[in-house]
């Protein structure tokens, strides 16, 4: 009998649907769970872009889409957006490859940048599946773990001593699953100057960039000038408009990276499904007001849960910018991060990840979506409250 790969002992399935799954099964077994390990909007998707999506496969946009890395109105509707949204200004028939979720967008543009060997700076706490993937397509991947301490800031002397001549990209991720955090110009320009000094591309995961908090603006990496020519950019329908089973994403980048990355895409998903690409456009160039009502949604969710975090003893919880994760963490225990999620789960029947799959060593944080019912995270944070001493 053949083996699979010794890659696939290696990869693993991602923690957090893994989780989630945990989660399903204590449910299906009659368990009164509150799973808190998704990654998921709990909005249905605003009925004008399924609408768009109806009349698309009544109309007959059920065939291979054409071109294979994305329909022209989907490529204009995504240059249009990246330059009023970001300032940034990219060919629509050149520099951008429409797929099949960000997640494979993520996987393309590290497949087209990476030879065999070369590292990835990887910013810690990370989203789980970023060294996963960059171990797939045979790069190396290096974190660098920020601390809750002071606000998970990125630190150029920080970057700079990870450094090897064997890295050729950085991972950035703003807002920030699981922790948040937002970068600041001063950050931004840091990871700027450090790609000049190092001569690395940068992958900029905009993902989240809707779900911002208090205001707080989210720019880009690709609208600094100096800097543009090594920047993708990925980002999906997923988060924003609540689509995550639609299967849509994109990368947008350097033309020459896009061919590759185009060619790959072809080669596998050949492309994401043709009525989805005309519900997204329906999504980018429609109202915009549904985005909003979400956002707010999330925001006074997020404001519920740091506040019932920080009022839990031995808990505290870190502000939140944006994204819709609180990551708080429990003090001083000596305990794992994968013991206090153990322990939450089997007293208090509430399912988060441990930080440990985020790529934190130091202290014991867990990962809960609050994008789920607020009666279901007020009966998350009493319970939780309710084994409080449990977890010291
Ligand atoms: C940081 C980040 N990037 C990318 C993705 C990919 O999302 P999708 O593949 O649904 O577009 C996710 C999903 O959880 C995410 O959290």
Not at 119 to 139: C, F, K
Not at 337 to 356: K, M, Q, Y
Not at 364 to 389: C, M, P, Q, T, Y
Request: aromatic fraction near 6%.
């Amino acid at each position: 009998m053949p083996n699979p790969t010794q890659l696939a002992k290696k990869i693993g399935k991602s923690p957090t649907i893994a989780m989630n799954d945990k989660a399903k099964q204590l449910a299906a077994e009659g368990h009164d769970v509150i799973g808190l390990a998704g990654g998921e909007p709990d909005f249905d998707t605003p009925p004008h872009i399924v609408e768009a999506a109806l009349k698309a496969i009544r109309d007959g946009e059920t065939r291979y889409a054409a071109p294979s890395k994305g329909i022209r109105p989907l490529l204009e509707a995504i240059a249009q957006k990246l330059e009023r949204d970001n300032a940034v200004r990219v060919n629509p028939m050149s520099d951008i490859i429409v797929t099949p979720g960000g997640k494979l967008a993520l996987f393309l543009a590290l497949k087209a940048m990476l030879d065999p060997g070369d590292e990835v700076l990887i910013p810690a706490p990370y989203w789980v599946s970023y060294p996963s993937i960059t171990t797939m397509v045979g790069g190396v991947p290096v974190a660098v773990e920020t601390s809750s301490a002071d606000g998970y800031q990125l630190r150029l002397e920080q970057l700079r001593e990870r450094l090897s001549p064997r890295t050729k990209a950085i991972i950035i991720n703003s807002p920030c699953n699981p922790t948040g955090h937002v970068l600041s110009s001063a950050e931004l320009e840091a990871v700027a100057s450090l790609a000049l000094e190092a001569d690395l591309y940068i992958i900029s995961d905009e993902i989240y960039e809707k779900l911002n908090f208090d205001g707080k603006p989210v720019r880009s990496l690709a609208a600094i000038p100096e800097i543009a020519d090594r920047v993708v950019i990925i980002n999906g329908m997923s988060k924003a408009y609540a689509m995550t089973g639609w299967r849509l994403g994109w990368l947008a980048g350097p033309s020459p990276l896009m061919s590759a990355a185009g060619s790959f895409n072809s080669q596998t998903a050949t492309s994401a499904a043709t009525f989805t690409q005309h519900a997204a456009v329906a999504a980018l160039t429609g109202p915009q007001d549904c985005v909003e009502v979400m956002r707010q949604s999330y925001e006074e969710r997020r404001d519920f849960m740091v506040a019932g975090f920080n009022s839990i003893p031995n808990m505290s919880c870190p502000a939140i910018d944006g994204a819709f994760y609180a990551f708080p963490k429990v003090d001083e225990t000596g305990k794992t991060s994968e013991e206090v999620a153990n322990i939450i789960l089997d007293e208090a029947v509430v399912v988060g990840v441990p930080g440990s799959a985020f790529g934190v060593t130091q202290d014991a944080h867990i990962r809960f979506s609050f994008a789920e019912d607020f009666n279901k995270l007020k009966a998350a944070v009493e319970r939780i409250r309710g084994i409080a001493d449990k977890l010291a």
